[in-house]
Each structure stands twice: as C-alpha cells, then as structure tokens.
C-alpha cells in the first residue's frame, strides 16, 4: 500500500499563504508524475499543479502566477507553495502520485481561507 502523507494546511487570511507538504515512498518518487489536487463543497475534485519527474510543471488557470509547485527528490516530497489565497481556494487539498495505470491518493488536507 502506497502511502502520501500531506501536511501543512490550515485557515488563512485572504492574501495569505500557505505551502503544502507531501511525502511519498522513494520507491515511486522518482518515476511518478506529482500532483496537487482539491475538491470544494459541492464540486468535483480538479487538478491545481502537477510536476514531472523531469521537472515539467503544468497549472490550472486559477493557480497561475500565485501557486508554484516544486519536488525535493533527496526528502521525496512535493510541494505546493501558494500565494495571495483567496476564499475560493477553500476546499481539500489532495496529493497524487501517478504512472501509467497506477495513481495513489493521499488522505486530504483542508485550506480554509477566510477573514
């Protein structure tokens, strides 16, 4: 079983920041494509950021030029930095790990950005 342990989440301030954490076994870090996720109330889960083993990165619009995500492949993480957080950035936050037909999810991380 193939285990994503996401961290840093939490409520902040509109125009704040925040930089999620996840970490993922060595044995499919280095080959698997890395993503960053989220589903708000209601709505489907949608891609917000992916990074390739080879360092390729591809964003949704709404993350463009305030979300930046970056791999550490010595600690087997991957991050999400975001910037000037807005309320409707609110909603759980998912790591994935995929690879042809494989992809793994991690357990979910809540963002709450609010006044």
């Known amino acids: 079983q193939v285990q994503l342990v996401e961290s840093g989440g939490g409520l902040v301030q509109p125009g704040g920041s925040l930089r999620l954490s996840c970490a993922a076994p060595?044995?499919?870090?280095?080959?698997?494509?890395m993503g960053w996720y989220r589903q708000a109330p209601g709505t489907q889960r949608e891609l917000v950021a992916v990074?390739?083993?080879?360092?390729?990165?591809n964003y949704a619009d709404s993350a463009k030029g305030r979300f930046t995500i970056s791999r550490d492949n010595a600690k087997n993480t991957v991050y999400l930095q975001m910037n000037s957080l807005k309320p409707e950035d609110t909603a759980v936050y998912y790591c994935?790990?995929?690879?042809?037909?494989?992809?793994?999810w991690g357990q979910g991380i809540q963002v709450t950005v609010s006044s």
């Open positions: 060595a044995s499919i870090f280095s080959a698997y494509i």
């Open positions: 990074i390739y083993s080879y360092g390729a990165r």
């Open positions: 994935n790990a995929a690879y042809r037909a494989y992809t793994y």
